[in-house]
C-alpha cells in the first residue's frame, strides 16, 4: 500500500507542469460558392471567362487582376506583344515558377494546347509553402503572349490553404479553356 501511495505521488508530481502552451488557432472550415462564370471583356486584345465571385481590377489595358476578397487572394496578368522576343517571353515564363523552388516540395508542369483559338501554354503547379501556388503562360507564337501568378495575401500555409488552392485551379483551368486572342 506504501508503494501505491509513493506511485500516485510520483505519478502527480512528473504528470503535472507549469508549462502553459498556447493552443494554436483553428482552422475555419472554407466553403466557396459555385462558380458562376462570365466573359470579361476588355480593351485588351484577349477575352476570356472569370468567376462572378473574383472583382476585376484593371490597372491598364494590359493588366488586369482578378481579386477573390474572401480567400485573401489575386490573379495578376500580364500581356505582352509578341515582337521577335518569343524566346525571351518563354524564358521569362518559365523561370519564374522555379523562384518558388526553395519553398516549394514541387512544381509540376500541364501543357495546355487549343488548336480551335490559337491558344497554346502551360500551367505551373507550386506544392508547398510558396507565395504563389499557380503561374501561367498563354501565347498564340505570334502575336500574343499572357502570364498569370496567383497570390495570397496569408502566410503561405499550404494545409491551411488547400481548399482556396484547389478551387482557384478550377477557375484558372476555366479562364485558360476560354482564353480568345482580337
Known amino acids: 500500500m506504501f508503494y501505491k501511495c509513493i506511485l500516485v505521488v ?14 494554436p488557432n483553428a482552422y475555419l472550415r472554407l466553403d466557396y460558392p459555385t462558380p458562376e462564370y462570365k466573359k470579361l471583356i476588355l480593351k485588351a486584345p484577349f477575352s476570356f471567362e472569370y468567376n462572378s465571385y473574383a472583382e476585376v481590377k484593371e490597372i ?12 485573401k487572394a489575386t490573379l495578376y496578368l500580364t500581356y505582352n506583344s509578341i515582337d521577335q522576343n518569343l524566346d525571351s517571353l518563354l524564358n521569362d515564363a518559365y523561370q519564374l515558377p522555379y523562384k518558388h523552388l526553395s519553398k ?28 504563389s501556388q499557380y ?23 499550404y494545409d491551411s490553404i488547400f481548399p482556396a ?4 485551379q478550377k477557375d ?11
Not at 493588366?63 to 474572401?70: H, I, Q, R, S, W
Not at 488552392?165 to 482557384?168: I, K, N, R, S, W
Request: aromatic share 16%.
Open 165 to 168: 488552392v484547389d478551387y482557384l
Open 172 to 182: 484558372i483551368t476555366h479562364l485558360m479553356e476560354t482564353m480568345e486572342w482580337r
Open 60 to 71: 491598364d489595358q494590359r493588366t488586369p487582376k482578378l481579386v477573390y476578397p474572401e480567400m
Open 10 to 23: 510520483l505519478w502527480l508530481f512528473f504528470s503535472c507542469s507549469s508549462d502553459v502552451q498556447p493552443k
Open 135 to 157: 503561374q501561367f503562360f498563354l501565347t498564340d507564337s505570334l502575336h500574343h503572349f499572357l502570364v498569370g501568378s496567383l497570390y495570397f495575401y496569408a502566410k503561405p500555409n
Open 104 to 131: 516549394a516540395e514541387s512544381i509540376p508542369e500541364r501543357l495546355f494546347i487549343n488548336k480551335q483559338h490559337k491558344v497554346y501554354g502551360t500551367l505551373f503547379t507550386v506544392v508547398g509553402n510558396a507565395a
